[in-house]
């Protein structure tokens, strides 16, 4: 990956990762999925009316509106709700990398690198550390939703890959239009219509804040940016960049909701960004500027 996008990307990574403290701020005070709902219906509109309709099949805008909207981020803001700290949402949602490297080898034939499995390998571990916590931030109720958020993750890059759109943007707008009618449904069919009724009287400056910070720079800017990303590395490589979301999901839980930050959560979160370092090293690269050293400082060693 190229520097300058691979420091776009870990921006990027900061972002998401401090969303998950936003989602919280709101789904604190808000259903959680109706929550979610809002924030793909102040994503899409009015964007999607100075947005032409990308030359894409209808079923993949379909196929990415509900894994990415009712998948990723219905399930994980549920989740959120069950109890699970902002920090480890972010930590959880890592298991998309495995997701990745398999639907990437089952359904494009990418190939998986020795550093890409070594660095997975050390993600793993990681995330297996952050299993062993006895703190209440993973309830076992919150677990369910946060491995389906996992995979629908993976599950909506796969989407974009296999659509092949030129037109990143508008293909996450108007995917994201197929979100917000299964969220409201979801919401009716397991809470009823009263949390349609109790909705104004929640509606405050905080949960604004909270729709408004997921629907424009978390969604609109970041998904449009990643989408990019998505299509121009191997979804092996972007799958492993997602580790860094964990790292600033936790930050952002300790600074805001005051997390408790041990040995374990610690180890895990180095663990993580040792995975990342390790796939993103080019062997080949390195090797072949060890060995230009190694010349120079023997002509060196000669002239003297």
């Known amino acids: 990956m190229k520097l300058r996008d691979l420091i776009i990307a870990i921006a990027l990574m900061c972002l998401w990762g401090l969303n998950f403290s936003v989602i919280k701020l709101g789904a604190d005070q808000i259903n959680p999925v109706l929550l979610t709902a809002m924030r793909f219906i102040f994503a899409v509109f009015p964007a999607i009316f100075f947005i032409a309709r990308p030359n894409v099949s209808l079923k993949y805008l379909v196929a990415y509106g509900l894994s990415f909207g009712v998948g990723v981020w219905g399930m994980m803001t549920w989740s959120i709700t069950l109890g699970l700290s902002a920090g480890m949402a972010g930590v959880l949602l890592q298991l998309s990398m495995v997701f990745g490297l398999l639907l990437g080898w089952l359904y494009l034939k990418e190939t998986i690198q020795p550093q890409k499995k070594l660095g997975a390998m050390l993600a793993l571990a990681g995330l297996a550390m952050s299993f062993m916590l006895q703190d209440g931030s993973v309830p076992p109720s919150a677990l369910i939703f946060a491995l389906i958020a996992g995979f629908s993750w993976s599950l909506t890059a796969l989407i974009v890959k296999l659509s092949k759109t030129t037109q990143v943007f508008a293909f ?54 990643w989408n990019k990303m998505v299509l121009k ?46 796939s993103q ?24």
Not at 281 to 304: D, E, G, H, M, Y
Request: glycine share 6%; proline share 5%.
């Open 281 to 304: 090293i080019q062997w080949s690269q390195l090797a072949a500027i060890l060995r230009v050293k190694n010349r120079l400082r023997k002509r060196a060693t000669t002239s003297s």
């Open 233 to 278: 590395y191997p979804l092996s490589t972007t799958s492993l960049l997602t580790t860094l979301v964990p790292v600033f999901g936790i930050l952002g839980s300790v600074v805001f909701y005051d997390e408790q930050l041990g040995a374990t959560k610690l180890v895990a979160c180095l663990l993580i960004l040792s995975g990342l370092l390790v």
């Open 172 to 225: 996450s707008v108007w995917g994201m239009l197929f979100a917000p009618v299964p969220l409201l449904f979801l919401a009716w069919v397991s809470h009823g219509s009263e949390v349609f009724i109790q909705l104004p009287q929640q509606m405050n400056g905080t949960v604004w804040f909270s729709i408004l910070f997921q629907a424009y720079p978390t969604t609109l800017l970041g998904y449009w940016i």
